[in-house]
């Protein structure tokens, strides 16, 4: 099952190895054009959570259980098999992203974490990451992120738009659909 997942996620750094990146550690190259940097996480109050995303890549089906953890000084994950196996581990300190475990050396931790703030920063926040050829657009509960009016990203939340909320997420170009369904979470106050 790991070995399949890890299939998943260096198939979606490959499709992204093809953009130009601007040499910046906390950017990174999206799958279907442009680039995106890491911005800061004090945008967010902190908060940790348990997911579960259950993948869709050139129609193979994948289930990956997520570890988030979000505060001012950073955001942490691990993405760990059904039965608890770490699979993946990467760490943004507002300055870099570290990976402690990655199963394909092809995928850039960056992206991953990338990912993740355009699904749930603030508009405002994620727009100040996109380089100026990709365009946000935030409505109905549905985010896009679009080069060329093209559909980089398309993300679709379901309930109240918190950031630890469930959603859906497609990369068009990458032929991949996350469901992400929150399992367990914690607040910090």
């Known amino acids: 099952m790991m070995r399949r997942f890890s299939s998943v996620l260096a198939g979606l750094a490959l499709i992204a190895v093809s953009a130009c990146n601007s040499g910046d550690p906390r950017c990174t190259n999206l799958p279907g054009g442009g680039h995106y940097c890491m911005q800061e996480t004090s945008v967010l109050p902190p908060f940790d959570v348990q997911q579960k995303v259950e993948a869709v890549f050139n129609g193979r089906h994948e289930t990956m259980i997520v570890e988030l953890e979000v505060d001012r000084d950073g955001m942490r994950f691990a993405g760990l098999t059904p039965f608890g196996q770490k699979m993946i581990q990467a760490s943004y300190d507002n300055r870099e992203v570290k990976a402690q475990v990655l199963p394909d050396a092809r995928l850039e931790p960056t992206l991953l974490l990338a990912l993740l703030q355009l699904a749930l920063w603030p508009v405002d926040s994620v727009r100040a990451g996109l380089d100026e050829a990709l365009v946000l657009d935030e409505r109905d509960g549905q985010r896009h992120i679009l080069m060329n009016g093209n559909v980089v990203m398309e993300v679709s939340y379901t309930g109240d738009r918190a950031a630890y909320g469930d959603m859906h997420i497609v990369f ?18």
Do not use: N, R
């Open 172 to 189: 068009p170009s990458a032929k991949l659909e996350l469901d992400v369904k929150t399992l367990d979470t914690h607040i910090a106050k």
